[in-house]
């Protein structure tokens, strides 16, 4: 039964061999490395690169993944939402450079306004007791 064994993964072996020799002589690139990446504005400009850097995840990596790309494209639309753009537009494109193996990035963003609150108002507060209503209003508690 040994014997059977090494005879199995000896085929294995050089069946994957062979097989990485074919990828090498058929000058497969290999992944390509993350190049620049690169943020451009259609109206405003409301933060730095360096800030939308942090929310993206690629530059953490060596390598390029296209899900990965998508994937911070969303984190970046989410970053925008979660400060207030609602109506944010992120586009992404890619520039390869062939002789380097390496994928320039780029995101463009149109933020669009920016929802702010000016204004909110309690209903219903004159129906609790005083000490929950100074709780609500941040008023310290009469002596």
Known sequence: MRLFNTH???????????????????NI????????????????????D?????????????FFDRNTFEEDRQRLKKFYFDNGFFDVLVDTSTKVNTEDNIIDLKFTIRENDRYTIRQYV???????????????????ASE
């Open 50 to 62: 360096a800030v939308l850097q942090e929310v993206l995840l690629l530059p953490r990596e060596n």
């Open 122 to 140: 309690y209903l219903g507060v004159e129906n609790v007791n005083k000490e929950v209503e100074n709780e609500i209003y941040g008023k310290q």
């Open 29 to 48: 690139p290999a992944r390509p490395e993350n190049g620049d990446i690169e943020f451009t504005f259609k109206t405003t400009s409301t933060f730095k």
């Open 8 to 26: 199995i993964y000896t085929a294995i072996f050089i069946m994957l061999a062979s097989l990485l020799n074919v990828c090498i002589a058929a």
